[in-house]
């Protein structure tokens, strides 16, 4: 995430320089305009559109590598434990599906409910992104996510669509990782073990 939100920096530092700045003073109507628009397309692209979109595939990325984490550990889980019913077997939404297969099949505890809340949310934004290209109205989730953006959490709606801010990413990654070690500490994986994500 740090590596693609500098390099972005570097890229909108780059594409700014490229704007005249000078003065409007003795600019034709005409070129005035043209200096308008150019500032106008650098602002909608480079300052609105393009952090959002590729904190897109941040979410998406980070997603997938839960999904992928989550359903090995409810693997190694049925392994040691010689359980019949396997979160495979199970229907519903990645996280929740896992989630309901750790308390009630596992029994293991389910952890800080705010981490869980968080994670819940994630999918819903994820989903968001994925099925309806961040278009807040068109998703199946459009209250919940809604009453996200009105938060403080680094989620906004810019004309309808979903709007993600860099400390949204940090926090989401966050959760991930302390969700990851309550799971393997309860499921006895031992503290050495080191949460990589």
């Given at each position: ?34 200096r308008q628009s ?64 750790l308390k009630k ?76 070690g309550h799971l ?14």
């Open positions: 995430m740090d590596i693609i939100e500098d390099q972005f920096e570097n890229v909108r530092k780059l594409e700014q320089n490229r704007i005249p700045q000078n003065k409007t003073v003795g600019l034709s109507e005409e070129e005035f305009s043209e150019e500032i106008q397309f650098f602002e909608n692209r480079y300052e609105r559109d393009f952090p959002s979109k590729i904190r897109y595939s941040f979410v998406v990325l980070l997603y997938i590598v839960l999904e992928t984490r989550l359903r090995a550990a409810c693997d190694e889980i049925s392994k040691r434990r010689s359980l019949e019913l396997r979160e495979s077997d199970l229907k519903g939404a990645a996280i929740e599906r896992a989630r309901y297969f099949v596992a029994k293991l505890p389910s952890g800080d409910q705010m981490v869980g809340q968080w994670l819940s949310d994630f999918q819903k934004v994820r989903d968001c992104i994925v099925h309806t290209n961040g278009k807040i109205e068109k998703s199946n989730d459009e209250k919940r996510l809604n009453e996200l953006c009105n938060k403080s959490l680094g989620l906004s709606s810019d004309a309808g669509s979903l709007m993600i801010e860099r400390h949204y990413c940090t926090k989401t990654l966050e959760m991930t990782k302390s969700y990851f393997f500490d309860s499921a006895g994986f031992g503290k050495s073990i080191r949460v990589v994500i």
